[in-house]
């Protein structure tokens, strides 16, 4: 009896922590106040310098390809994810969403425009 309380412990732990950080992993994604894991100063400031000269090749460099974010955004609209991230730092979250899922980006299941083109984007790295 013993053990199988002490597993069941066990269990309910690991689950609550994977519970946990998943929720942490993906706080930062669309949203510009919260540093994500991977934040570092410098490559942050050459990303805000990329969107406000509109620098698509510049972002393209800095991103190396990770996340869906570079399947979807390209030279054509770069200048409309540019202006998201610009209203997501003022705070107009709700304007910048409404790009963002223009563009097909921060859905949940990979659905929206750009997600035609690609497919139904299920399975892709957000």
């Given at each position: ?47 805000t310098q990329a ?26 609209n770069f200048t ?47």
């Open positions: 009896m013993k053990k199988m309380m002490l597993g069941l412990g066990v269990v309910a732990l690991v689950l609550g922590a994977v519970g946990l950080s998943t929720g942490v992993a993906f706080a930062y994604q669309g949203n510009p106040s919260v540093q994500g894991p991977n934040y570092i100063a410098e490559r942050h400031e050459a990303m969107f406000e000269k509109g620098d698509y090749s510049a972002w393209k460099n800095l991103m190396q390809g990770r996340g869906r974010v570079t399947q979807v955004v390209n030279e054509g409309k994810f540019a202006e998201a991230h610009k209203l997501a730092v003022q705070g107009k979250t709700v304007e910048a969403q409404k790009i963002r899922q223009e563009l097909g980006l921060g859905l949940q299941n990979g659905s929206g425009k750009a997600a035609g083109k690609m497919g139904s984007g299920r399975g892709l790295n957000r």
